[in-house]
């Protein structure tokens, strides 16, 4: 379901969006709806990565080292 939502724009801006919009056969409102749609699609994608990232970091890496000698082995005193 779509809702409408209401902007105010100076008189220019609306004037270079019509040309804009009429370049590429849409609205100012099919812009706008485009880019805002980009945006949050954008920002979803980040907060998904960035919860990947940080459950990758909670689990840790194996970088293939052994612990083949306690450090107490090490340091007898």
Request: hydrophobic letters at 40%; a neutral charge.
């Amino acid at each position: 379901m779509k809702q409408n939502v209401t902007l105010s724009l100076d008189r220019e801006t609306v004037r270079k969006a019509k040309i804009l919009a009429a370049r590429r056969s849409t609205s100012i409102s099919g812009l706008l709806a485009e880019h805002i749609e980009a945006l949050v699609d954008a920002d979803d994608a980040y907060e998904q990565a960035k919860h990947v990232a940080l459950a990758l970091l909670d689990k840790g890496f194996h970088l293939g080292g052994s612990r083949g000698v306690a450090r107490e082995e090490l340091h007898e005193r």
